[in-house]
Nanobody, 121 residues
Framework: QVRLVESGGGLVQAGGSLRLSCAASRRTFSGNAMGWFRQAPGKEREFVAA????????FHTDSVKGRFTIPKDNAKSTVYLKMNRLKPEETAVYYCASRGSEGWRGVYESWGQGTQVTVSS
């Protein structure tokens, strides 16, 4: 059964940090690339970061480079999104997703329910 559960969202002041967690079922996690997306009200969903199954390849959208990282813990079947120096415009619902392939490029088939991140100015 596909299962992705995000946690760690909340309210933070601009310039602050948060760490999102995404706990996956072993079947959803093992061998698969994982990604983080976000969607702000009235905007399209944005691909934020991703990591290949091996961990050797990662993606970060330009606006978060140098501030966000996407570590994972294979033993815990968990992927994280560590966010530093957050900006008010990054207020959004953040979603974790997995795809049935080792590489992070392509379509993500499984999704979590999302966690709200609110950055106050």
């Amino acid at each position: 059964q596909v299962r992705l559960v995000e946690s760690g969202g909340g309210l933070v002041q601009a310039g602050g940090s948060l760490r999102l967690s995404c706990a996956a079922s072993r079947r959803t996690f093992s061998g698969n690339a994982m990604g983080w997306f976000r969607q702000a009200p009235g905007k399209e969903r944005e691909f934020v970061a991703a990591i290949s199954w091996s961990g050797d390849s990662t993606f970060h959208t330009d606006s978060v480079k140098g501030r966000f990282t996407i570590p994972k813990d294979n033993a815990k079947s968990t992927v994280y999104l560590k966010m530093n120096r957050l900006k008010p415009e990054e207020t959004a619902v953040y979603y974790c997703a997995s795809r049935g392939s080792e590489g992070w490029r392509g379509v993500y088939e499984s999704w979590g329910q999302g966690t709200q991140v609110t950055v106050s100015s």
